[in-house]
Each structure stands twice: as C-alpha cells, then as structure tokens.
C-alpha cells in the first residue's frame, strides 16, 4: 500500500480494509484476559444473559478494527495514531462466525497549530459485519505525518 | 465484593480497583495481534517514533481497564455493559513497568424508559499509573440493574 500523508487526504474520502473472520475461540481468549464475563466467555451462560449468545467483548471488537485498519484500512505514512476519540459504541454484538471489514470516511482535516510537520484528521471508521450491519462505530482524532511543513 | 445495582449508585461515589502491573513483553503480546504497529512492538524504533519509547497500544490500555473494571473496580450486578462511550483519550502512554489502577466516578443515572430493570449510568474511569497521572480517560455509558422495578 503507498503511505498516505495528511495531504493525500481530503473529506469525504471512503478507505476500506480487508476482511478479518471471528471465531468462538478467539472471542473467548480475548475476554479470558482482557474482560472475563460471562457472556464473553461460555455459550450457555451467553444464552441466559442480556446479550442472548456469546458475542465479542467490545474492547475486541476495537482491538480488531485497529488490526485491519494498521494492516489494509488506513496506511498512513507515520502509523495509526489516535490523540482521542470522539465517539465509540457498538450498535450491535460481534458474534463468533462474524467476517468483519471497515470503512473509514474522513470526516475534517486541520493543521496542526504547533507541529508544521503533523496534521489532524478526524475520520469515522464503520466495523461491518458480513451483513453489511456496524458492529462498531469510532470517531477518532488521529496525528496525520505531512509530507511538507505546513502552518495552521 | 458485594454486587452493586442501580439503587446502589449515587452521583459523586468513587469506587477504586487493585492494581495491575505492565510488562513490554505484554505490551508487545498484545500489539502483535491486535496493534502491530513499531512503537508498539520493538524498543529501538519505538525510541525512533513519535512515542520515544516503547508504549503501550491505547486499545491495550483499554482492554486492560475494562479487566480492571471486571475484577474489582466496579462490581455491577450484571456485569459492566457498555451502551457506548461520550469520550476515550490517553493523555499520555502507558509504558513498561508501569502500575495501573483505577478511579471510576458516578457522573449521572437514568432509569430506563423502556426496561424497567435496568438503568443507565454515565461513569468517567480514569486509569492511574503508579505516579497518579491518567494514562487514559474513558466516559462510559453503562447499563446497570435494578433491584426492584422502575420507571422513566
């Protein structure tokens, strides 16, 4: 993939990524360290609970769309870097058997106001189910490289 | 720990979790499935990159604190389910050696207009290391059960 710098972007433009299957086991190993309930961790337990099967930790499904968006969703020059986010939610749960994608929209770009050599992009990066249905919103505010100095 | 439920919630309560030490062998575990990105994975060119040094993903930080959440800081009756996040951001990285813990403080609650069990409250954990500067804030709306029936 050819790096993007900030001035390759611009709003309105759609990056998408490759695709990334889910399993159970993956679901479960995840939770068994990062968040170990229930409902992230056993089939029958999942079932009987406020989510009505196993699904995914939302942590994992973020730690995964930062996986595809490192790998093929976002290749920015100097990396994926978040200096905060200004939303995230999980309209609904990623389960085991899921095939996940994103698509990333620049929302607004900005110099930075002390650094001429960075930029700031606010992009939204839909995670998608194979349905087509979003697993997970983010809006983030990442630290974009330039390729020439710039002023705010 | 005793199970905490809507009624058990007050605006202005802190509740505090134990601690939890970080390694880079964690640090680099986790970004080589999840993040794999140099600052995240290898201390020469972490010492390199915008980060001067091997630092934890953000997502790491995150999954982390949600493992703190589930363990002590923050014993919900149902569990700690996220209905979405108002705002994420690391102030600074977590690094290697560092010793987390957490302050999550009740900001607001708000019975559920269509389920009378359950009840939202609006909670800002903010992840400590050892020196008390946060490593990361997260404002987090949580679904939360009732003991007895409400109403809107």
Not at 57 to 84: K, N, Y
Request: zero cysteines.
């Amino acid at each position: 993939m050819t790096p993007l710098y900030f001035e390759d972007l611009a709003p309105g433009q759609v990056h998408r990524s490759g695709e990334l299957a889910v399993t159970a086991e993956a679901i479960k190993r995840f939770a068994a360290e990062y968040d170990p309930q229930p409902f992230h961790l056993d089939e029958a337990r999942a079932a009987a609970s406020f989510f009505g099967g196993l699904a995914a930790s939302g942590w994992h499904t973020a730690a995964l769309t930062m996986r595809l968006l490192v790998e093929s969703g976002l290749p920015l020059a100097g990396g994926i870097i978040g200096a905060g986010m200004d939303e995230l939610r999980w309209p609904r749960p990623l389960r085991p058997g899921d095939t996940i994608r994103l698509e990333s929209e620049v929302l607004e770009l900005r110099p930075s106001r002390s650094r001429p050599m960075q930029g700031l992009a606010k992009v939204r990066t839909t995670t998608l189910n194979q349905d087509g249905a979003p697993v997970q919103v983010l809006v983030a505010n990442l630290v974009v490289m330039r390729r020439e100095p710039g002023g705010a």
